[in-house]
């Protein structure tokens, strides 16, 4: 990077250490022919796949908003209530279970839907050389054999995408914007929940298409008065394109179109230097350096997606985010929000990762989503407070599915976890007040009268109780007594409803927090101390959810800290997962091993399980593929649906090897390695709005360095040495340690 041609002159010095490497990049010497294998450019609302090998080069299209929100027709109906449901379970009735909850989402909408694609084809003397992705500045290349090459970037900021041709021109080439086909006649309907069949069952009309002497455009109806638009431009050797919805106005057309001429305005370059900009500071929140170089290139390569994923102001992240389909099919699972994993780990690593402010992409759209819960929960629950359907489109509108999970219960509890993490990573006592204890309150509520019923022993329970996916949709999947995945995020609610209601000097809600906390079950325990699914029901086999593990992470409940009881659970309940194996696991359950075992202090098992998910479940553009790629037998599901969540948990297992600070006091390197005797990283963040630096050398700490946003006491573990340290806010503090000794 030029610092000089980027304004960056003060920020350089600091950043080098800090930028991925070249050995992290992406770059083919064979061209990418499936969507699944692009370079994914995006900034959160607009995304673009690079691939092909100039005959054509295709950029796939994307909008974040792109949606079919048509209504379930049976989730208005009269037998869509718990109740219902309750009865029907009991007495047998199956058959209506399905067609009620589980079909509608057979259907092809509501869905995710993709914006269409621009090819470029060269002539014919122009072959395929390579294509690469740069991390560091977020742009996609492709060179051809006659001298050729296209640069390709998604601003940073902008709802615009720019591609420039060096060594030849765009006039030599034929461009072409295609819209999605939607349609046309249906080859393939949909099957299921994976495969949703043809863009065409959508029943779209054809787009309206127009163009003009270096122009593109078309316009395309959706479902219920929706529509989008893409505009495309050339001017000399730059081709910029924009995407536009009615969410945005009555004339998406119109709104893209002026936007491209912006763009074109700006140029390539200048645009390309605001763009860069944005990525240096991402880039600067947060490094790690690993003797790993599987884990640590992982790291950069999910990182990155992420930064090109969430961002403030956009929709949260969906199952592709702005990557959908680009293959004339609905996205995998209809490409939608699916809270009981997908949203929650693709999450996970802007706390420690030192990324909050993008994060907040998904806690704004949930608060801005409440009155549709609200709705929900009293005419589907018929109580009080806040619960969230499971499964959900744009809106926040339930879509059905499995219905154990996607009317679970328990679900705006996983949810909630996310605003309390906010707030202590950021000490915001603004966000607290405002909206962690809020939602939290909320959430609560809800779980106060949905627990009301008693067993014999005086204890709070579930009418219906489930453990994502724990017997997959059969009857048998849900058990009568609350299963310790219920039961972790019921007292977890609790639990911190009355901390943050401390916090804020509600007494009397405090009081009543503590007073339901007390009235729950203790947790359902093996003879060993592992957690089982429910009372007598151990884990039957192996499992690629570890829904009945939460108490331990992310929940943070029976934690290592409490001594030897907690730790037996947790050695216990890891060594069962390791004795059923791995036979039925998706690549997530291995990012999701990683911060376990990292929660167990077992480090050779974390580094096993990050890089097994790299090296194996991945495609060679590192897009998690949900099954094993690897041909090596880690799992007997060798499909490939690409989803992100697996993506996102891995660097935030990583961050939980370096740093933990869940259990009231920060644990520097709590999880290394013994071979790992070098280690870095730079600037995460600890509860308490503390940024951590530290440096590992030769197999002991060597610094350091703490940096406090809002001042207080911080209780800092080194190498098993605990000190309590106090800081004003703002306050920089760096310990060199010798021979295990601060100076």
């Known amino acids: 990077m030029d610092c000089r041609k980027t304004g960056l002159i003060l920020l350089c010095a600091a950043l080098a250490s800090a930028q991925p490497k070249p050995e992290h990049n992406l770059r083919f010497v064979t061209p990418s022919t499936v969507w699944d ?9 607009l995304g673009s796949l690079i691939w092909g090998d100039g005959h054509p080069l295709r950029i796939s299209l994307d909008r974040a908003d792109l949606w079919d929100t048509r209504r379930v027709p ?9 109740s219902v449901m309750q009865r029907w379970h009991a007495e047998g009735r199956v058959a209506d279970l399905l067609r009620v909850y589980e079909r509608p989402y057979h259907r092809p909408a509501p869905t995710k839907i993709p914006a269409g694609r621009i090819e470029i084809s060269f002539p014919g003397d122009a072959r395929f050389l390579d294509t690469s992705l740069d991390l560091k500045t977020a742009l996609a290349t492709m060179s ?3 001298g050729a090459r296209v640069e390709i970037f998604i601003h940073a900021v902008e709802p615009v995408g720019f591609a420039r041709i060096v060594g030849s021109r765009f006039s030599d080439a034929n461009i072409r914007l295609l819209p999605p086909p939607f349609s046309g006649l249906v080859k393939d309907a949909a099957k299921g929940s994976i495969d949703a069949g043809d863009l065409t069952q959508l029943g779209y009309p054809a787009p309206a298409e127009t163009r003009g002497n270096g122009w593109f455009s078309y316009t395309q109806e959706g479902a219920e008065g929706f529509r989008f638009a893409v505009y495309a ?27 491209v001429t912006e763009a074109l305005r700006k140029g390539f370059l200048g645009a390309f230097r605001e763009h860069t900009i944005w990525w240096a500071k991402f880039w600067s929140r947060s490094s790690v ?21 969430a961002r403030r102001g956009a929709p949260p992240i969906t199952l592709q985010a702005v990557w959908t389909a680009d293959n004339g099919k609905l996205p995998p699972w209809k490409g939608d929000y699916h809270h009981d994993l997908n ?4 999450y996970w690593p802007a706390y420690s990762g030192n990324r909050l402010e993008d994060g907040l992409s998904y806690l704004d759209w949930l608060w801005k989503t409440r009155d549709t819960a609200f709705e929900w929960t009293r005419r589907f629950f018929e109580m009080p407070g806040l619960n969230v359907p499971m499964t959900a489109d744009l809106n926040g509108r339930q879509i059905g599915g499995w219905r154990q999970y996607t009317h679970s219960a328990t679900t705006s509890a996983w949810l909630a976890h996310h605003f309390y993490l906010h707030w202590r990573y950021s000490g915001d006592r603004i966000f607290l007040k405002e909206r962690a204890y809020s939602y939290l309150r909320d959430v609560a509520v809800f779980l106060e009268a949905f627990t ?22 059969k009857p048998s999947a849900w058990f009568d007594s609350v299963t310790n995945y219920d039961l972790a995020l019921d007292r977890w609610t609790f639990e911190k409803a009355a901390e943050l209601a401390s916090e804020l000097g509600l007494n009397d809600e405090a009081g009543r927090w503590r007073r339901v906390l007390a009235e729950l079950p203790e947790w359902s325990l093996a003879g060993d101390g592992a957690l089982l699914v429910a009372a007598g029901y151990p884990l039957p086999a192996s499992h690629r959810h570890f829904s009945h593990l939460m108490a331990i992470h992310p929940l943070g409940l029976i934690d290592w800290e409490q001594g030897d009881a907690a730790r037996r659970t947790i050695r216990a309940s890891l060594a069962e997962l390791q004795r059923k194996g791995t036979d039925y696991w998706c690549g997530y359950s291995f990012s999701w091993l990683g911060s376990l075992a990292a929660r167990a202090r077992d480090g050779a098992l974390a580094e096993r399980a990050l890089e097994t998910f790299a090296s194996a479940f991945c495609l060679r553009n590192s897009f998690h593929a949900n099954g094993d790629q690897s041909g090596k037998g880690y799992s007997k599901f060798t499909y490939r649906p690409f989803t992100l969540e697996g993506n996102f948990a891995m660097p935030a297992g990583l961050q939980e090897m370096l740093l933990q600070s869940h259990a009231g006091k920060v644990i520097v390197f709590p999880a290394i390695p013994d071979t790992w005797k070098d280690v870095e990283f730079r600037t995460l963040r600890a509860e308490g709005a503390f940024l951590i630096s530290a440096q590992r050398r030769g197999g002991r700490v060597a610094r350091v360095e703490i940096t406090s946003e809002k001042g207080g006491a911080l209780l800092l573990e080194i190498e098993g040495r605990v000190e309590k340290l106090l800081f004003k806010p703002g306050e920089r503090r760096v310990l060199s340690l010798l021979a295990g000794r601060a100076n």
Do not use: C
């Open 289 to 309: 350096q690993v003797p790993n170089p599987i884990i640590e290139r992982q790291w950069y390569l999910d990182t990155y997606k992420w930064g090109s994923a």
């Open 74 to 82: 049976e989730f208005d109906g009269p037998d869509y209530k718990f």
């Open 452 to 473: 009301a019923k008693k067993d014999a022993q005086g204890k709070r329970t579930h009418p219906l109780s489930a453990s994502p996916e724990i017997n997959d949709n």
């Open 144 to 146: 051809l054999s006659n």
């Open 233 to 259: 431009a050339i001017q000399g050797d730059v081709l910029a394109w924009s995407i536009a919805s009615s969410h945005e106005g009555s004339d998406p057309a119109q709104i893209a179109q002026k936007r």
């Open 37 to 45: 294998e692009a370079l994914p450019l995006g900034n959160g609302m």
């Open 343 to 346: 949203t929650e780990l693709s």
